[in-house]
């Protein structure tokens, strides 16, 4: 599996637009980029995956340029409840994958 | 839809003992996982299935056994706890398709003394 180096913590007020980035190098070609959110004594829950270009859905984008190197995270206005640890993952999604989450990123929302 | 079902939430155990961590899903998933997560790290993967029948080691399998009898469970067996097996356990599942990713658990907060 790609390894993948993130911020370790990152500090943002309310209502401001939160990007985290991921760096992944060595990315392989069917490789997925998958973002995991984790509130405290809480498993992670899925927020986005995507392979190239941007996806959005109702929680958050994900972009993700042409040499697929790194990918940013982003959450639009955030709120006190976002304060988590954000992980990025990536991995083959085609079939099963050994995944292995690092240590993530803080994100502390400030009122 | 229950969706991954742990139990028990929380354990203490003494040095030696053995025990079962339970694992349940509700979703027809394929592919199951159990990790722990020390204090302030990231998730290590124990070991995993891909199907009913079907188990194999992850990065940290040493203490710790799973079966796969069927779709829906898959355990976790610790053979004889040791300190160092404080935890928080998680299990998770997905399905084998691209564009879904785990659904976890609310985990087993595992004290041996």
């Known amino acids: 599996l790609a390894k993948t180096t993130q911020p370790i913590s990152m500090d943002s007020y309310e209502g401001q637009e939160v990007n985290i980035t991921c760096s992944h190098n060595?990315?392989?070609?069917?490789?997925?980029i998958t973002w995991y959110q984790q509130f405290p004594s809480q498993g992670p829950r899925f927020i986005i995956q995507?392979?190239?270009t941007k996806v959005t859905n109702e929680v958050a984008s994900l972009f993700i340029p042409a040499d697929r190197k790194s990918s940013t995270l982003s959450l639009p206005r955030v709120s006190l409840s976002d304060t988590a640890v954000y992980y990025c993952?990536?991995?083959?999604?085609?079939?099963?994958?050994?995944?292995?989450f690092g240590t993530g990123t803080k994100l502390q929302v400030i009122p | 839809n229950a969706g991954v079902t742990q139990t028990p939430k929380f354990q203490v155990l003494k040095t030696g003992q053995s025990m079962t961590l339970q694992c349940a899903q509700d979703?027809?998933?394929?592919?199951m996982s159990w990790y722990r997560q020390d204090p302030g790290m990231g998730l290590r993967l124990i070991h995993y299935?891909?199907?009913?029948?079907?188990?194999d080691q992850g990065e940290v399998p040493n203490g710790y056994n799973v079966s796969r009898s069927t779709t829906e469970d898959f355990p976790l067996r610790l053979l004889s706890a040791a300190p160092s097996q404080t935890s928080v356990y998680f299990c998770?599942?997905?399905?084998?398709?691209?564009?879904?990713?785990?659904?976890f658990g609310s985990g087993t907060r595992l004290t041996v003394v």
């Open positions: 993952l990536v991995g083959d999604s085609g079939g099963y994958q050994k995944v292995t």
């Open positions: 998770a599942s997905r399905k084998d398709r691209v564009g879904y990713g785990y659904t």
């Open positions: 060595n990315i392989a070609t069917n490789d997925y």
């Open positions: 995507g392979y190239k």
């Open positions: 299935s891909v199907g009913a029948g079907i188990t």
């Open positions: 979703m027809n998933h394929e592919y």
